[in-house]
């Protein structure tokens, strides 16, 4: 059993505060993942759980315990670093049985564990070689081989996959998401990039500026982001934001077209709505189309409305010239509104 | 339009050769520096007594071991030869062992004076030891560490240290910190992880910068000549006796000297060029 909470965890380098007080609980055996921009902090926090960083204030509890003041070694964690860190003077064999050495098991043992992980991970043949002799799919094997035959209660990870090829990114996603699961580890893994995000996590943590602005499920994140910000980070082409004025009787007015929104003692906020949650038809938002982009399945439309940037996945029968004006009608159930000063939702989460 | 073409490259090309003959010849010139000498050390040193004094000389060797023989039959030459090696081997081990922390400190720590520290460490060998000498002998002759191996090892090691805190510099920051700190999950402790993962690594390159702290006290000639009486070391042996001594015995001197130092820089010659950042090759 091994819950990950995190109570109240910021760090500050000299001036610049790099995470702010951060609360985080992660349940056993849950896949979460750290989504941000780079010099969100998402490293940097992920760094403070494995002990290679010190908070400046707040505490860590792995398993029920209190870690924070513990070194690396004693906190039942296993890593698997951005850049593999493989030992190159050591063989494949002798990387992965590093950790169990150190726990001086019997010999026996690690033999077993080596090469049910090394099977695990394909690359049972690769055994005997270097790191120098290895691809970098095949190190990225070995610095997973090397974390999970610790067999740890957590395992972190740091952009495991940002080093390699997009084919074999995709081909070593899939392969994590099962080994993982069958591990039955709780795993936090980092990354920038929300495909990865969105196809390994249980829940998203969404980073922005040393703070976590929405830690969800990740069709909850998609759906209903608890920020502007996450809206706009994540979904490609990202959500449309466009300034709603507001009319009576608690409707709101945007680009000439009233919607039914939120309460909100504000006289302009903003609407958002996904780019593949708009059909044409004659009551929608006008639109004026700037670049036309077929991509197969559908069409991006890049337009403008009211001269605030507005894209629209659409279906690819529909004919579409740069210059034309379309109008565009949002699914009522999937429109989402922010508050313009606090960027907060404005839509009660359900 | 071709011919123009033409003439401009042949002009290029008239240019570029100057240049490249005068490349060429300050290379050869420069070798022709260091290695002539040598060269007809070694000759002589390997030729009888006759053939040394002998007019025109010979340029290639009577491959004679008389004078080398007879040099190390020589009164006290194995003793100093025993002591530069002693000397020259506590150097090492101090130079090392001070200057490998300092290294793997300025690598992989960030402290307040750190690119002060590694000034004032180079600005050490600015400081001439000439200027030193009467003070240090002084001192030495006060605390009872004149004329020991020890207190000349000391000496030497403030030499040697310089350049063995900025090799190991270099070693460290081309170990990536990642590997330590893989090292760290994977249960090991901050030593632990620097004998298991850090030190195999560096271990060729320390062993180099070993190497060059003992040549850099093996060829020091001042301070041992100052500093020891009694317990000279060869190069202060050297000094003092050469001069008196027949044209063939100070050739057989030199070599023995001169070879083992070179010996050693040749093999070590990589790790003194990653000192000043340059790539291994």
Known sequence: ?350 | MTTATATAAATAADIRRPARLLFAATIVLLCAWVLAPIYLLTVNALSSPDQVNAFPKSFVPGFEMGSITFFLQFGGVLRALFNSILVAGITMVLAIGLGAPAGYALSRFEFRGKGTFRIMVLMTRAFPLPLLALPLAVMFIRTGLDDTAIGLAIVHTTLALPFAVLITFSLFSGIPVELEEAAWTLGCTRLQAFYKVVLPLVLPGIAASAVFAFVISWNEVFAAAVLTIENRTLTAFLLQNLDVSPLHLKFAGGAVLVVPALIFIFAVRKYLFAMWGIANR
Not at chain 1, 82 to 93: E, G, K, R, S, W
Not at chain 1, 210 to 235: D, H, K, L, T, W
């Open chain 1, 1 to 350: 059993m091994a819950e990950i909470s995190i109570r109240n965890v910021a760090k500050r380098f000299g001036d610049f505060t790099a995470l702010h007080s951060i609360d985080l609980t992660v349940e056993d055996q849950e896949f979460m993942v750290l989504l941000g921009a780079s010099g969100c902090g998402k490293t940097t926090l992920l760094r403070i759980i494995a002990g290679l960083e010190t908070p400046s204030q707040g505490e860590v509890w792995i398993g029920g315990r209190r870690v924070d003041h513990l070194p690396p070694r004693q906190r039942g964690i296993a890593m698997v670093f951005q850049n593999y860190a493989i030992f190159p003077h050591l063989t494949v064999f002798e990387n992965i049985a590093f950790g169990l050495r150190m726990q001086k098991l019997p010999q026996a043992e690690i033999d077993r564990r080596v090469t049910r992980t090394a099977e695990l991970m394909h690359i049972g043949q690769l055994l005997k070689r270097y790191s120098g002799q290895l691809s970098g799919g095949q190190r990225q094997r070995v610095a997973v081989a090397r974390a999970l035959a610790m067999e740890p209660d957590v395992i972190l990870m740091d952009e495991p996959l940002s080093n390699l090829d997009a084919l074999l990114r995709l081909e070593m996603r899939a392969e994590l998401k099962g080994v993982l699961a069958e591990s039955k580890t709780t795993t936090i893994y980092v990354t920038h990039d929300q495909v990865e995000a969105m196809s390994l996590a249980d829940r998203i943590a969404v980073m922005n500026q040393g703070r976590i602005v929405q830690a969800a499920e990740p069709i909850e994140v998609y759906r209903n982001p608890a920020a502007r910000f996450v809206g706009s980070f994540i979904g490609n082409p990202p959500m449309n934001f466009l300034p709603a004025r507001k009319a009576d009787n608690g409707s709101w007015q945007v680009a000439g077209v009233r919607f039914d929104g939120p309460q909100a003692e504000r006289e302009e906020i903003a609407f958002a709505i996904r780019p593949e949650d708009l059909h044409p038809a004659e009551d929608g938002l006008p639109a004026k189309v700037r670049v036309v982009e077929p991509l197969g399945p559908h069409v991006l439309a890049t337009c403008e409305v009211e001269g605030h940037l507005f894209r629209a996945v659409l279906d690819s029968d529909i004919r579409l010239r740069r210059g034309d004006t379309v109008k565009l009608a949002p699914m009522p159930q999937r429109i989402r509104w922010f508050d313009p000063e606090s960027e907060e939702s404005l839509q009660p989460h359900r």
